[in-house]
């Protein structure tokens, strides 16, 4: 089973990523690991996404680590594993979702926003935690808190995190990586482009 710490610490963000095509997520993906971010977070946002996850494993070196975010559902989680995701990603977690993901043995980083929805998560086994909306849940701050008294918590803040603030949840203790958006624009025309992409990532991979 791939380790969900080991995919935080391999990139110092990760991409949170929502495509209209399997087209379009096979061509941002692979400049976005071209310029080094080898970790690719693709939401089930879209009725498309399956089949981009499936694409961009196919398309993308054996290297790239490839998961599916907005998985809230237990059929979520079974049909990305199945498409090929080898880590799933939750804005929250349910029970029912909880049980899932640990019965399919599937690395798992689900989200929480509360301090009893970060000791729920670590009773049902979970060490790794997404914590989401970072920004409007106390940013870093909070994860300092929840680090004196929960410290064997791993966090990935996502939501409302942009190059300029990054650096300040990546200097926590706790926190092994960042997720965000702010790497794939839209344009005005509804497009990534990727010359945009190009540069927010190398910035991001400079950055760190
Ligand atoms: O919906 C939220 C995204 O998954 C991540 O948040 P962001 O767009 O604020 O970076
Ligand atoms: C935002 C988030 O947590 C997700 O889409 O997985």
Known sequence: MTDVLKVLETSPVIP???????????????????????????????PTALEAIAAVRKD??????????????????????????EFGVSPGLTEELAKTVKALDWAFLPGVA?????MQAREWGFSELKFFPASLSGGPGFLKA??????????????????????EYRALKNVATVGGSWITPRGRDGKIHLDVVRELAR?????H
């Open 16 to 46: 949170v990523l929502a495509f209209e095509s399997a087209e379009e997520a096979v061509d941002v993906c692979r400049v976005i690991f071209e310029e080094g971010l080898k970790v690719l977070e693709i939401t089930l946002r879209h």
């Open 60 to 85: 993308l070196p054996a290297d790239a680590i490839v998961g599916a975010g907005t998985v809230i559902t237990p059929d979520l989680a079974k049909k990305a594993m199945d498409a090929g995701a």
């Open 114 to 118: 509360t301090l009893s929805e970060a």
């Open 146 to 167: 929840v680090g004196s008294v929960l410290p064997d918590l791993t966090f990935c803040p996502t939501g409302g995190i942009s190059a300029d603030t990054a650096p």
């Open 203 to 207: 910035t991001a991979v400079i950055a």
